[in-house]
């Protein structure tokens, strides 16, 4: 059997104590983007949720302009702190607000080709019109990014309810013309790609059907 000289045994020693401090620093590297992607995507989870509640009241149709802004006021008041502000109700907010909820409603943005001008054939009214009732988004590049932020929220949920879909098919399903486009405005939206994003709701799940405490 071979003997190892002392300077030889001390050698090896300090390797394994490097090898044993390697994983330790890995280990908790893996741990902290782990509880960042947890934090996110709770996040994530609680903006879709208040997004829903809010067009769901602002997209009733039975109710009139000032029932609508009424309810979300009310609605607010209950999901925010007592300092959140009230909505500001001139006629572009208005209709922008109007314009959210049915668009969100009815994925016009679906249509790879859903643009500025097919935005504002779907609120009958002209490009002019549109332009002067919600100002932003007067550069059609600006609306463009509106519409792919609505994409990629449906995206999002269908990437919760679906993690089996590929992320081409999600993409072509939320009217992105490709998968650059698609991770460019998940990212824009949420900080993270669709990729980390589908990692950590993976991390999420293990989590939750792992019986041990």
Same mark, same amino acid.
């Given at each position: ?21 390697? /994983? ?15 934090? *996110?995507?709770?996040?994530?989870? *609680? ?6 509640? @809010?067009? &769901? ?5 039975? /109710?009139?302009? =000032? ?11 209950? /999901?925010?702190?007592? &300092? %959140? ?29 859903? !643009? ?16 002067? /009732?919600?100002?932003? @988004?007067? !550069? ?23 993690? !089996? @879909?590929?992320?081409?098919?999600? %993409? ?8 650059? %486009?698609?991770?460019? &405005? ?23 059907? =792992?019986?041990?405490?």
């Amino acid at each position: 059997m071979m003997q190892l000289t002392l300077a030889e045994a001390d050698t090896i020693i300090v390797i394994l104590i490097f090898i044993v401090i390697l /994983l330790l620093v890995l280990g908790g590297i893996s741990l902290y983007y782990n509880r960042v992607f947890k934090r *996110r995507n709770e996040q994530l989870h *609680r903006i879709l949720d208040a997004l829903d509640d @809010y067009r &769901a009241i602002v997209g009733d149709r039975d /109710l009139s302009l =000032d029932e609508q802004e009424e309810a979300v006021k009310i609605k607010k008041s209950k /999901l925010a702190s007592k &300092a %959140a502000k009230a909505i500001p109700m001139g006629q572009g907010q208005s209709f922008f607000v109007k314009m959210d909820a049915r668009v969100n409603k009815e994925k016009p943005f679906m249509d790879p080709d859903f !643009d500025q001008k097919s935005l504002a054939e779907f609120m009958e009214v002209d490009v002019e019109t549109f332009c002067k /009732l919600v100002p932003r @988004y007067t !550069d059609p590049e600006r609306t463009l990014e509106y519409i792919n932020s609505l994409r990629a929220e449906h995206a999002a949920k269908m990437l919760m309810e679906h993690s !089996d @879909y590929s992320m081409e098919y999600i %993409a072509s399903q939320c009217g992105f013309k490709n998968l650059a %486009a698609f991770n460019s &405005a998940f990212k824009f939206a949420f900080g993270i790609t669709p990729t980390d994003y589908m990692s950590g709701v993976s991390q999420m799940f293990k989590k939750k059907k =792992d019986p041990r405490p």
